[in-house]
Protein backbone atom coordinates (compact mmCIF):
# COMPACT_ATOMS: atom_id res chain seq x y z
CA UNK A 1 0.00 0.00 0.00
CA UNK A 2 0.88 3.66 -0.23
CA UNK A 3 2.32 4.87 2.87
CA UNK A 4 1.77 8.28 1.84
CA UNK A 5 -2.22 7.25 2.33
CA UNK A 6 -3.91 8.85 5.16
CA UNK A 7 -4.80 7.26 8.67
CA UNK A 8 -8.75 6.63 7.29
CA UNK A 9 -7.49 5.28 3.68
CA UNK A 10 -5.12 3.09 5.10
CA UNK A 11 -7.86 1.62 7.07
CA UNK A 12 -10.08 0.93 4.43
CA UNK A 13 -7.63 -0.33 2.27
CA UNK A 14 -6.35 -2.61 5.04
CA UNK A 15 -10.24 -3.54 5.42
CA UNK A 16 -10.54 -4.66 1.39
CA UNK A 17 -7.47 -6.70 1.70
CA UNK A 18 -9.22 -8.94 4.71
CA UNK A 19 -12.45 -9.00 2.64
CA UNK A 20 -10.06 -10.27 -0.39
CA UNK A 21 -8.26 -13.13 1.51
CA UNK A 22 -10.40 -16.27 -0.26
CA UNK A 23 -8.82 -14.61 -3.34
CA UNK A 24 -5.68 -14.07 -2.35
CA UNK A 25 -4.83 -17.13 -1.12
CA UNK A 26 -5.69 -18.73 -4.22
CA UNK A 27 -2.67 -16.27 -5.83
CA UNK A 28 -0.31 -17.17 -2.78
CA UNK A 29 -0.46 -14.42 -0.89
CA UNK A 30 -2.16 -14.72 2.08
CA UNK A 31 -1.69 -18.87 2.65
CA UNK A 32 -3.84 -20.88 5.18
CA UNK A 33 -1.84 -24.02 7.32
CA UNK A 34 1.21 -24.04 5.15
CA UNK A 35 3.20 -26.86 6.15
CA UNK A 36 7.13 -27.65 6.45
CA UNK A 37 8.12 -28.58 2.44
CA UNK A 38 10.90 -30.44 1.31
CA UNK A 39 10.75 -28.12 -1.73
CA UNK A 40 11.86 -25.56 0.59
CA UNK A 41 10.11 -22.12 -0.13
CA UNK A 42 8.57 -21.65 -3.48
CA UNK A 43 6.80 -25.49 -3.21
CA UNK A 44 4.13 -26.35 -5.21
CA UNK A 45 2.93 -27.94 -2.14
CA UNK A 46 1.91 -25.08 -0.45
CA UNK A 47 0.86 -22.72 -3.73
CA UNK A 48 -2.55 -23.75 -2.89
CA UNK A 49 -4.16 -23.28 1.03
CA UNK A 50 -6.05 -26.34 0.63
CA UNK A 51 -4.24 -28.99 -0.97
CA UNK A 52 -3.18 -31.81 0.73
CA UNK A 53 -1.27 -33.79 -2.29
CA UNK A 54 1.42 -32.59 -4.64
CA UNK A 55 -0.59 -34.61 -7.27
CA UNK A 56 -3.30 -32.00 -6.74
CA UNK A 57 -1.86 -28.88 -6.77
CA UNK A 58 -2.68 -26.27 -9.65
CA UNK A 59 -1.44 -23.24 -10.93
CA UNK A 60 -2.99 -20.03 -10.13
CA UNK A 61 -5.78 -19.56 -13.31
CA UNK A 62 -4.01 -16.22 -14.56
CA UNK A 63 -7.42 -14.75 -14.64
CA UNK A 64 -7.65 -14.67 -11.17
CA UNK A 65 -5.35 -11.50 -11.23
CA UNK A 66 -8.33 -9.85 -11.92
CA UNK A 67 -9.75 -11.51 -8.21
CA UNK A 68 -13.20 -12.22 -9.81
CA UNK A 69 -16.13 -12.39 -7.26
CA UNK A 70 -16.90 -15.85 -7.86
CA UNK A 71 -13.78 -17.52 -7.17
CA UNK A 72 -14.32 -21.04 -5.43
CA UNK A 73 -10.63 -20.98 -3.13
CA UNK A 74 -11.78 -24.68 -2.47
CA UNK A 75 -11.82 -26.32 -6.25
CA UNK A 76 -9.25 -28.01 -6.95
CA UNK A 77 -8.03 -28.54 -10.29
CA UNK A 78 -5.24 -31.30 -11.54
CA UNK A 79 -2.33 -30.08 -12.60
CA UNK A 80 0.48 -30.39 -15.43
CA UNK A 81 3.40 -28.59 -13.60
CA UNK A 82 6.44 -29.48 -11.84
CA UNK A 83 7.48 -29.53 -8.52
CA UNK A 84 10.99 -27.31 -8.81
CA UNK A 85 11.96 -24.90 -5.79
CA UNK A 86 13.59 -22.00 -5.77
CA UNK A 87 16.93 -21.87 -5.88
CA UNK A 88 17.85 -19.33 -2.88
CA UNK A 89 19.04 -19.94 0.18
CA UNK A 90 19.92 -23.52 -0.64
CA UNK A 91 23.30 -25.15 0.24
CA UNK A 92 23.17 -28.16 -0.12
CA UNK A 93 21.91 -30.89 -2.73
CA UNK A 94 20.75 -34.00 -0.57
CA UNK A 95 20.80 -36.48 -3.33
CA UNK A 96 22.87 -35.05 -5.69
CA UNK A 97 19.89 -33.53 -7.94
CA UNK A 98 20.37 -32.74 -11.73
CA UNK A 99 18.40 -29.42 -12.84
CA UNK A 100 15.20 -29.54 -14.13
CA UNK A 101 15.07 -28.92 -18.07
CA UNK A 102 11.59 -27.33 -17.37
CA UNK A 103 12.44 -24.21 -15.03
CA UNK A 104 16.50 -24.61 -15.01
CA UNK A 105 15.84 -24.87 -11.18
CA UNK A 106 17.06 -28.02 -8.90
CA UNK A 107 14.55 -30.57 -8.15
CA UNK A 108 13.33 -31.86 -5.14
CA UNK A 109 15.47 -33.27 -1.90
CA UNK A 110 17.26 -30.08 -1.08
CA UNK A 111 17.89 -28.96 2.34
CA UNK A 112 19.27 -25.70 3.66
CA UNK A 113 22.10 -26.23 6.03
CA UNK A 114 21.97 -24.86 9.57
CA UNK A 115 24.19 -21.92 9.81
CA UNK A 116 25.12 -23.40 13.15
CA UNK A 117 26.43 -26.44 11.36
CA UNK A 118 29.01 -27.68 8.87
CA UNK A 119 28.18 -29.86 6.12
CA UNK A 120 30.91 -32.44 7.28
CA UNK A 121 29.49 -32.60 10.86
CA UNK A 122 26.11 -33.51 8.76
CA UNK A 123 27.46 -36.03 6.93
CA UNK A 124 29.56 -37.31 9.67
CA UNK A 125 26.05 -37.67 12.16
CA UNK A 126 24.96 -40.10 9.07
CA UNK A 127 24.19 -43.29 10.15
CA UNK A 128 26.49 -46.08 8.39
CA UNK A 129 24.09 -47.69 6.67
CA UNK A 130 21.94 -44.76 4.78
CA UNK A 131 18.48 -44.30 4.67
CA UNK A 132 16.94 -45.30 1.43
CA UNK A 133 13.45 -43.19 1.75
CA UNK A 134 12.96 -39.92 3.33
CA UNK A 135 9.66 -38.19 4.40
CA UNK A 136 8.02 -35.87 6.71
CA UNK A 137 6.82 -37.58 9.96
CA UNK A 138 3.14 -37.14 9.51
CA UNK A 139 0.88 -38.11 12.41
CA UNK A 140 -1.94 -40.22 11.79
CA UNK A 141 -5.18 -41.13 13.78
CA UNK A 142 -8.91 -42.27 13.73
CA UNK A 143 -10.29 -38.71 14.15
CA UNK A 144 -8.22 -37.06 10.81
CA UNK A 145 -9.21 -40.17 8.77
CA UNK A 146 -12.37 -40.06 7.09
CA UNK A 147 -14.37 -43.17 5.26
CA UNK A 148 -13.16 -42.30 2.31
CA UNK A 149 -9.57 -43.86 3.23
CA UNK A 150 -10.88 -47.01 3.01
CA UNK A 151 -11.49 -48.16 -0.15
CA UNK A 152 -13.24 -51.42 -1.28
CA UNK A 153 -12.09 -55.02 -1.41
CA UNK A 154 -10.06 -54.23 2.20
CA UNK A 155 -7.47 -52.05 0.73
CA UNK A 156 -6.48 -48.39 2.15
CA UNK A 157 -6.10 -45.37 0.54
CA UNK A 158 -2.87 -43.71 1.69
CA UNK A 159 -3.88 -40.27 3.30
CA UNK A 160 -3.52 -37.43 0.90
CA UNK A 161 -1.41 -35.60 3.74
CA UNK A 162 1.31 -38.69 3.77
CA UNK A 163 1.05 -39.46 -0.04
CA UNK A 164 2.26 -35.90 -0.68
CA UNK A 165 5.20 -36.19 1.92
CA UNK A 166 7.30 -39.03 0.17
CA UNK A 167 10.02 -38.20 -1.48
CA UNK A 168 12.74 -40.41 -2.86
CA UNK A 169 16.49 -40.62 -3.72
CA UNK A 170 17.02 -40.63 -7.73
CA UNK A 171 17.35 -44.30 -9.54
CA UNK A 172 16.48 -47.36 -7.99
CA UNK A 173 12.81 -46.63 -6.63
CA UNK A 174 10.88 -49.82 -5.99
CA UNK A 175 12.79 -50.95 -2.51
CA UNK A 176 12.35 -47.47 -1.65
CA UNK A 177 8.80 -47.23 -2.43
CA UNK A 178 7.85 -50.54 -0.93
CA UNK A 179 10.11 -49.58 2.37
CA UNK A 180 7.90 -46.46 2.97
CA UNK A 181 4.87 -48.48 2.99
CA UNK A 182 5.96 -51.05 5.05
CA UNK A 183 6.82 -48.33 7.54
CA UNK A 184 3.49 -46.71 6.97
CA UNK A 185 1.36 -49.37 7.25
CA UNK A 186 3.54 -50.39 10.82
CA UNK A 187 2.39 -47.32 12.00
CA UNK A 188 -1.31 -46.74 11.19
CA UNK A 189 -3.52 -48.85 13.00
CA UNK A 190 -3.78 -52.23 12.07
CA UNK A 191 -7.73 -51.75 12.34
CA UNK A 192 -7.36 -49.84 9.42
CA UNK A 193 -4.90 -52.29 7.27
CA UNK A 194 -7.12 -55.59 6.80
CA UNK A 195 -5.47 -58.51 5.54
CA UNK A 196 -5.81 -59.31 2.40
CA UNK A 197 -5.45 -62.97 1.70
CA UNK A 198 -3.40 -63.76 -2.56
CA UNK A 199 -4.23 -66.74 -3.82
CA UNK A 200 -1.28 -68.02 -5.60
CA UNK A 201 -0.34 -71.83 -7.99
CA UNK A 202 0.66 -72.67 -4.31
CA UNK A 203 -1.95 -71.81 -1.87
CA UNK A 204 -2.79 -68.57 0.14
CA UNK A 205 -0.78 -65.92 1.66
CA UNK A 206 -1.90 -64.87 4.48
CA UNK A 207 -1.39 -61.47 6.13
CA UNK A 208 -0.47 -59.56 3.48
CA UNK A 209 -1.20 -55.88 4.11
CA UNK A 210 -1.24 -53.67 0.92
CA UNK A 211 -1.51 -49.83 1.27
CA UNK A 212 -2.59 -49.03 -2.30
CA UNK A 213 -5.56 -49.78 -4.96
CA UNK A 214 -3.78 -52.48 -6.31
CA UNK A 215 -0.56 -54.18 -6.73
CA UNK A 216 1.02 -53.35 -10.51
CA UNK A 217 0.18 -55.55 -13.23
CA UNK A 218 1.25 -57.05 -16.05
CA UNK A 219 -1.64 -57.22 -19.18
CA UNK A 220 -1.32 -59.66 -22.02
CA UNK A 221 -3.65 -58.11 -24.83
CA UNK A 222 -4.16 -60.06 -27.87
CA UNK A 223 -5.65 -58.19 -30.93
CA UNK A 224 -5.05 -61.19 -33.48
CA UNK A 225 -7.97 -61.78 -35.97
CA UNK A 226 -7.13 -65.34 -35.61
CA UNK A 227 -8.36 -66.63 -32.60
CA UNK A 228 -5.68 -69.32 -31.11
CA UNK A 229 -6.18 -71.88 -28.50
CA UNK A 230 -3.59 -70.40 -25.40
CA UNK A 231 -1.42 -72.06 -23.74
CA UNK A 232 -1.54 -71.29 -19.50
CA UNK A 233 0.71 -69.17 -18.44
CA UNK A 234 2.99 -71.69 -17.15
CA UNK A 235 3.56 -73.52 -20.10
CA UNK A 236 4.47 -70.32 -21.88
CA UNK A 237 6.97 -69.68 -19.45
CA UNK A 238 8.70 -72.83 -20.35
CA UNK A 239 8.35 -72.71 -23.98
CA UNK A 240 10.70 -69.29 -23.60
CA UNK A 241 12.79 -71.08 -21.65
CA UNK A 242 13.29 -74.39 -24.12
CA UNK A 243 11.92 -76.69 -21.30
CA UNK A 244 9.56 -79.21 -20.24
CA UNK A 245 9.56 -79.19 -17.07
CA UNK A 246 11.57 -76.96 -14.12
CA UNK A 247 15.41 -77.92 -13.45
CA UNK A 248 16.53 -78.72 -9.93
CA UNK A 249 17.97 -75.80 -9.00
CA UNK A 250 21.21 -76.96 -6.73
CA UNK A 251 22.08 -78.85 -10.55
CA UNK A 252 21.51 -76.59 -13.03
CA UNK A 253 23.69 -73.34 -10.95
CA UNK A 254 26.28 -75.89 -9.16
CA UNK A 255 29.33 -74.82 -7.50
CA UNK A 256 31.33 -76.97 -9.98
CA UNK A 257 29.89 -75.26 -12.89
CA UNK A 258 30.49 -72.05 -11.44
CA UNK A 259 34.18 -69.40 -10.85
CA UNK A 260 34.56 -66.63 -9.51
CA UNK A 261 31.43 -66.40 -8.35
CA UNK A 262 29.90 -63.64 -6.18
CA UNK A 263 26.95 -61.28 -5.35
CA UNK A 264 26.82 -58.16 -6.91
CA UNK A 265 23.57 -56.49 -6.36
CA UNK A 266 19.66 -57.26 -5.51
CA UNK A 267 16.16 -56.34 -5.82
CA UNK A 268 12.76 -56.34 -3.81
CA UNK A 269 11.81 -59.36 -6.18
CA UNK A 270 15.38 -61.34 -5.82
CA UNK A 271 18.97 -61.45 -5.79
CA UNK A 272 21.62 -60.99 -8.39
CA UNK A 273 24.69 -63.12 -8.64
CA UNK A 274 27.70 -62.70 -10.80
CA UNK A 275 29.49 -65.60 -12.28
CA UNK A 276 32.44 -67.29 -15.31
CA UNK A 277 31.12 -70.75 -16.75
CA UNK A 278 34.00 -73.06 -16.57
CA UNK A 279 33.06 -74.16 -20.12
CA UNK A 280 32.97 -70.45 -21.33
CA UNK A 281 36.03 -68.40 -19.64
CA UNK A 282 35.49 -65.22 -21.61
CA UNK A 283 31.96 -64.49 -21.11
CA UNK A 284 31.37 -62.98 -17.31
CA UNK A 285 27.51 -64.18 -16.93
CA UNK A 286 24.93 -61.91 -14.17
CA UNK A 287 22.18 -64.64 -12.75
CA UNK A 288 19.17 -62.68 -11.71
CA UNK A 289 17.21 -64.79 -9.68
CA UNK A 290 13.36 -64.15 -9.28
CA UNK A 291 11.31 -66.63 -7.00
CA UNK A 292 7.74 -67.16 -8.38
CA UNK A 293 4.69 -68.94 -7.35
CA UNK A 294 5.05 -69.51 -3.67
CA UNK A 295 2.78 -68.59 -0.87
CA UNK A 296 5.43 -66.91 1.06
CA UNK A 297 6.43 -63.29 1.28
CA UNK A 298 9.66 -62.12 -0.21
CA UNK A 299 10.94 -59.03 1.21
CA UNK A 300 7.38 -57.98 2.53
CA UNK A 301 6.28 -58.41 -0.94
CA UNK A 302 4.17 -61.43 -2.49
CA UNK A 303 5.92 -63.36 -5.25
CA UNK A 304 5.32 -62.96 -9.44
CA UNK A 305 3.12 -65.27 -10.60
CA UNK A 306 4.14 -66.86 -14.11
CA UNK A 307 1.58 -64.52 -16.08
CA UNK A 308 3.71 -61.44 -14.13
CA UNK A 309 7.39 -62.94 -14.95
CA UNK A 310 5.99 -64.05 -18.82
CA UNK A 311 6.09 -60.07 -20.44
CA UNK A 312 9.61 -59.39 -18.56
CA UNK A 313 11.17 -63.15 -20.23
CA UNK A 314 9.74 -62.14 -23.67
CA UNK A 315 11.09 -58.08 -23.49
CA UNK A 316 14.36 -59.83 -22.55
CA UNK A 317 14.66 -62.17 -25.51
CA UNK A 318 12.94 -59.91 -28.06
CA UNK A 319 15.02 -56.99 -26.91
CA UNK A 320 18.30 -59.34 -26.91
CA UNK A 321 17.17 -60.32 -30.36
CA UNK A 322 17.41 -57.16 -31.67
CA UNK A 323 21.55 -57.27 -32.28
CA UNK A 324 20.30 -59.68 -35.35
CA UNK A 325 17.71 -58.06 -37.02
CA UNK A 326 18.22 -57.54 -40.91
CA UNK A 327 16.14 -54.18 -40.78
CA UNK A 328 16.24 -52.39 -37.40
CA UNK A 329 18.61 -53.50 -35.39
CA UNK A 330 21.21 -52.37 -31.90
CA UNK A 331 23.35 -54.49 -29.76
CA UNK A 332 22.34 -51.53 -26.89
CA UNK A 333 19.79 -54.21 -25.03
CA UNK A 334 20.99 -56.18 -22.08
CA UNK A 335 22.05 -59.86 -24.05
CA UNK A 336 19.86 -62.33 -22.46
CA UNK A 337 21.72 -65.98 -22.68
CA UNK A 338 19.38 -67.62 -20.98
CA UNK A 339 15.95 -67.92 -19.37
CA UNK A 340 15.67 -71.05 -16.72
CA UNK A 341 13.14 -72.51 -14.62
CA UNK A 342 14.37 -73.92 -11.52
CA UNK A 343 12.75 -75.92 -8.54
CA UNK A 344 13.67 -76.48 -5.35
CA UNK A 345 16.42 -74.81 -2.04
CA UNK A 346 18.62 -72.24 -2.76
CA UNK A 347 22.07 -73.83 -3.55
CA UNK A 348 24.39 -73.80 -0.25
CA UNK A 349 27.32 -71.85 -2.35
CA UNK A 350 24.96 -69.07 -3.71
CA UNK A 351 23.52 -68.99 0.30
CA UNK A 352 27.04 -68.58 1.73
CA UNK A 353 27.44 -65.88 -1.36
CA UNK A 354 24.27 -63.99 -0.27
CA UNK A 355 25.86 -64.07 4.06
CA UNK A 356 29.25 -62.78 2.42
CA UNK A 357 27.58 -59.63 1.08
CA UNK A 358 25.32 -59.34 3.95
CA UNK A 359 28.30 -59.01 6.03
CA UNK A 360 29.84 -56.53 3.73
CA UNK A 361 26.96 -54.31 3.08
CA UNK A 362 24.01 -55.53 5.50
CA UNK A 363 21.40 -57.10 2.86
CA UNK A 364 18.09 -55.51 3.19
CA UNK A 365 16.42 -58.71 1.45
CA UNK A 366 15.12 -61.96 3.22
CA UNK A 367 17.52 -64.77 3.72
CA UNK A 368 17.01 -67.24 0.76
CA UNK A 369 17.34 -70.53 3.24
CA UNK A 370 13.34 -69.37 3.57
CA UNK A 371 12.65 -71.45 0.51
CA UNK A 372 11.97 -75.04 0.66
CA UNK A 373 12.10 -77.68 -1.63
CA UNK A 374 9.19 -76.66 -3.34
CA UNK A 375 9.53 -73.38 -4.21
CA UNK A 376 9.89 -71.74 -7.74
CA UNK A 377 12.26 -69.51 -9.28
CA UNK A 378 13.40 -67.62 -12.89
CA UNK A 379 16.73 -67.75 -13.58
CA UNK A 380 17.81 -65.02 -16.03
CA UNK A 381 21.09 -65.28 -17.51
CA UNK A 382 22.78 -62.03 -18.78
CA UNK A 383 25.69 -60.96 -20.34
CA UNK A 384 27.87 -58.49 -17.25
CA UNK A 385 27.41 -54.73 -18.84
CA UNK A 386 29.37 -52.70 -16.74
CA UNK A 387 28.01 -49.97 -13.39
CA UNK A 388 24.99 -47.63 -14.28
CA UNK A 389 25.66 -44.79 -15.41
CA UNK A 390 24.94 -42.86 -11.52
CA UNK A 391 28.54 -44.76 -10.68
CA UNK A 392 30.50 -44.54 -13.59
CA UNK A 393 33.24 -41.68 -14.06
CA UNK A 394 33.01 -40.40 -17.78
CA UNK A 395 36.15 -38.84 -19.04
CA UNK A 396 34.60 -35.81 -20.36
CA UNK A 397 31.22 -34.04 -22.20
CA UNK A 398 32.39 -35.51 -25.21
CA UNK A 399 32.14 -39.11 -23.89
CA UNK A 400 28.78 -38.47 -22.39
CA UNK A 401 27.90 -36.77 -25.99
CA UNK A 402 28.41 -39.98 -27.45
CA UNK A 403 26.63 -42.14 -24.71
CA UNK A 404 23.49 -40.22 -25.27
CA UNK A 405 23.99 -40.89 -28.85
CA UNK A 406 23.97 -44.64 -28.19
CA UNK A 407 21.11 -44.75 -25.93
CA UNK A 408 18.95 -42.61 -28.67
CA UNK A 409 19.57 -45.19 -31.29
CA UNK A 410 19.12 -47.97 -29.03
CA UNK A 411 15.32 -46.41 -28.12
CA UNK A 412 14.59 -45.57 -32.03
CA UNK A 413 15.65 -49.29 -33.38
CA UNK A 414 12.90 -50.72 -30.27
CA UNK A 415 10.47 -48.02 -31.47
CA UNK A 416 10.72 -49.30 -34.87
CA UNK A 417 10.86 -52.82 -34.43
CA UNK A 418 8.26 -53.44 -31.04
CA UNK A 419 6.72 -49.84 -30.47
CA UNK A 420 9.00 -50.00 -27.87
CA UNK A 421 8.53 -48.01 -24.54
CA UNK A 422 11.03 -48.40 -21.61
CA UNK A 423 9.10 -46.03 -18.96
CA UNK A 424 11.50 -46.36 -16.58
CA UNK A 425 14.89 -45.52 -17.90
CA UNK A 426 16.92 -43.73 -14.75
CA UNK A 427 20.25 -43.51 -14.33
CA UNK A 428 20.33 -46.74 -12.47
CA UNK A 429 19.11 -49.05 -15.82
CA UNK A 430 21.71 -47.46 -18.04
CA UNK A 431 24.87 -49.89 -17.84
CA UNK A 432 28.45 -48.76 -19.20
CA UNK A 433 31.50 -50.08 -20.07
CA UNK A 434 34.77 -49.58 -21.46
CA UNK A 435 35.51 -50.98 -24.69
CA UNK A 436 38.31 -50.86 -27.73
CA UNK A 437 35.48 -50.59 -30.53
CA UNK A 438 36.16 -47.28 -31.78
CA UNK A 439 32.61 -47.42 -33.42
CA UNK A 440 28.98 -49.25 -32.89
CA UNK A 441 26.55 -50.18 -35.63
CA UNK A 442 23.30 -49.83 -36.26
CA UNK A 443 20.63 -50.44 -38.19
CA UNK A 444 17.33 -48.19 -38.26
CA UNK A 445 14.53 -48.98 -41.00
CA UNK A 446 16.91 -50.18 -42.61
CA UNK A 447 19.37 -47.16 -42.76
CA UNK A 448 22.80 -47.98 -41.62
CA UNK A 449 24.13 -45.73 -38.92
CA UNK A 450 27.40 -45.62 -36.87
CA UNK A 451 28.02 -43.96 -33.84
CA UNK A 452 31.76 -43.32 -32.55
CA UNK A 453 32.47 -45.03 -28.41
CA UNK A 454 35.19 -42.79 -27.36
CA UNK A 455 35.84 -45.89 -25.36
CA UNK A 456 32.39 -46.66 -24.25
CA UNK A 457 29.59 -48.91 -24.63
CA UNK A 458 25.93 -48.25 -22.95
CA UNK A 459 23.72 -50.68 -22.54
CA UNK A 460 19.77 -50.43 -21.50
CA UNK A 461 18.51 -53.06 -18.91
CA UNK A 462 15.04 -53.42 -16.41
CA UNK A 463 11.70 -54.06 -18.46
CA UNK A 464 9.50 -54.23 -15.86
CA UNK A 465 7.61 -51.35 -16.89
CA UNK A 466 7.89 -51.48 -20.24
CA UNK A 467 5.52 -51.57 -23.13
CA UNK A 468 5.88 -53.82 -26.06
CA UNK A 469 4.04 -55.09 -29.24
CA UNK A 470 5.08 -58.44 -30.26
CA UNK A 471 3.35 -61.03 -32.32
CA UNK A 472 -0.09 -59.04 -32.06
CA UNK A 473 0.08 -58.55 -28.37
CA UNK A 474 0.87 -56.09 -26.12
CA UNK A 475 2.89 -56.43 -22.75
CA UNK A 476 2.68 -53.42 -20.45
CA UNK A 477 2.67 -52.92 -16.71
CA UNK A 478 -0.68 -51.08 -15.70
CA UNK A 479 0.49 -48.05 -13.19
CA UNK A 480 -2.70 -46.79 -13.73
CA UNK A 481 -3.88 -47.08 -9.87
CA UNK A 482 0.10 -46.35 -8.44
CA UNK A 483 -0.80 -43.26 -6.41
CA UNK A 484 1.93 -43.61 -4.14
CA UNK A 485 4.46 -43.39 -7.29
CA UNK A 486 3.27 -40.20 -8.79
CA UNK A 487 3.43 -38.47 -5.53
CA UNK A 488 6.88 -39.29 -4.71
CA UNK A 489 9.29 -36.42 -5.48
CA UNK A 490 12.94 -36.07 -4.47
CA UNK A 491 14.80 -35.70 -8.88
CA UNK A 492 13.03 -35.05 -11.82
CA UNK A 493 13.24 -38.72 -12.33
CA UNK A 494 9.90 -38.72 -10.13
CA UNK A 495 8.52 -35.43 -12.56
CA UNK A 496 8.90 -37.96 -15.43
CA UNK A 497 6.31 -40.75 -14.30
CA UNK A 498 3.97 -37.66 -13.70
CA UNK A 499 4.72 -36.54 -17.58
CA UNK A 500 4.31 -40.14 -18.85
CA UNK A 501 0.97 -40.46 -16.69
CA UNK A 502 -0.29 -37.20 -18.70
CA UNK A 503 1.14 -38.18 -21.80
CA UNK A 504 -1.01 -41.76 -21.91
CA UNK A 505 -4.03 -39.82 -20.26
CA UNK A 506 -3.45 -43.07 -17.75
CA UNK A 507 -4.33 -45.69 -20.10
CA UNK A 508 -0.67 -47.88 -19.74
CA UNK A 509 -1.48 -50.12 -22.78
CA UNK A 510 -1.11 -47.10 -25.67
CA UNK A 511 1.17 -46.92 -27.70
CA UNK A 512 3.25 -42.96 -27.18
CA UNK A 513 6.62 -42.93 -28.22
CA UNK A 514 6.98 -39.50 -26.87
CA UNK A 515 7.64 -41.54 -23.30
CA UNK A 516 10.94 -42.46 -24.63
CA UNK A 517 11.44 -38.64 -25.31
CA UNK A 518 10.74 -37.77 -21.51
CA UNK A 519 13.51 -40.15 -20.29
CA UNK A 520 15.72 -38.86 -22.84
CA UNK A 521 15.44 -35.42 -21.55
CA UNK A 522 15.84 -36.60 -18.02
CA UNK A 523 18.75 -38.61 -19.15
CA UNK A 524 20.48 -35.44 -21.10
CA UNK A 525 19.73 -33.47 -17.83
CA UNK A 526 22.05 -35.84 -15.94
CA UNK A 527 24.88 -36.09 -18.15
CA UNK A 528 24.74 -32.30 -17.67
CA UNK A 529 24.22 -31.90 -14.38
CA UNK A 530 24.63 -35.38 -12.64
CA UNK A 531 27.27 -37.63 -13.35
CA UNK A 532 30.81 -37.13 -12.60
CA UNK A 533 33.70 -36.26 -14.78
CA UNK A 534 36.92 -36.69 -14.92
CA UNK A 535 38.28 -33.90 -17.29
CA UNK A 536 36.36 -30.94 -16.71
CA UNK A 537 38.39 -28.20 -18.19
CA UNK A 538 39.42 -29.03 -21.61
CA UNK A 539 38.11 -27.54 -24.77
CA UNK A 540 36.20 -31.13 -25.98
CA UNK A 541 34.35 -31.02 -22.47
CA UNK A 542 33.22 -27.64 -22.88
CA UNK A 543 32.15 -27.63 -26.84
CA UNK A 544 30.50 -31.24 -25.81
CA UNK A 545 28.84 -29.73 -22.74
CA UNK A 546 27.42 -26.91 -25.58
CA UNK A 547 25.86 -30.03 -27.47
CA UNK A 548 24.40 -31.57 -24.61
CA UNK A 549 22.63 -28.26 -23.66
CA UNK A 550 21.55 -27.31 -26.96
CA UNK A 551 20.01 -30.60 -27.46
CA UNK A 552 18.50 -30.46 -23.77
CA UNK A 553 16.95 -27.53 -24.84
CA UNK A 554 14.77 -28.68 -27.92
CA UNK A 555 14.45 -32.78 -26.58
CA UNK A 556 11.10 -32.02 -25.52
CA UNK A 557 9.83 -30.26 -28.60
CA UNK A 558 10.33 -34.20 -30.38
CA UNK A 559 7.53 -37.04 -30.29
CA UNK A 560 9.65 -40.00 -30.33
CA UNK A 561 13.36 -41.47 -29.65
CA UNK A 562 13.46 -41.84 -34.06
CA UNK A 563 12.66 -37.92 -34.13
CA UNK A 564 15.89 -37.71 -31.75
CA UNK A 565 17.77 -39.87 -33.85
CA UNK A 566 17.37 -38.20 -37.32
CA UNK A 567 17.63 -34.80 -35.39
CA UNK A 568 21.30 -35.46 -34.60
CA UNK A 569 22.31 -37.60 -37.77
Not at 80 to 87: A, G
Not at 124 to 137: S, T
Not at 248 to 259: Q, R
Not at 428 to 440: A, F, H, P, S
Amino acid sequence: MDNTLPDDAWKDSFDKLLDQRPQLRDLNVIKRDVRASFNIDSSVENTDPNMLSAIECSMPNPNLLAVPQDLNPTKKKRSDVISTPCTKLLHSNLFHCALSPITGMKIDGLKPIDDNHKLDDIEKEQPRRPKHVCFEVNSFSLENTNDTDIALDGFRILPKEVRSSLVLQPGKWRKPLITWRRTHNNDAPRSLSPKKQLTTRAGTAEGLILNHVTQRKSVHIKNSLEPKLPLSHEQEVLKYCAQSRPYKFSSAYGLSKMIDTCKIGEGVYGEVFKYTPKKCTKNTVVLKVLPIEGAALVNGEAQKTFEQILPEIIISKEMSNLRLNPTNSTTGFVDIYNACLVKGKYPKHLIKLWEDYDDEKESENDHPDMFNDNQLFIVLELKFAGEDMSSFLFLNAEQSYYALQQIILTLAVGEEAFQFEHRDLHWGNILIEKTDERKIAYKLCGRDLLVATKGIRTTIIDYTLSRITVDDCCHYNDLSTDEELFAATGDYQYDIYRLMRDELQNNWSAYSPRTNVLWLSYVCSKLIDGVKYKSTNSKAHKMHMEKLKAFDKIVLTLNSAVNCADYLH
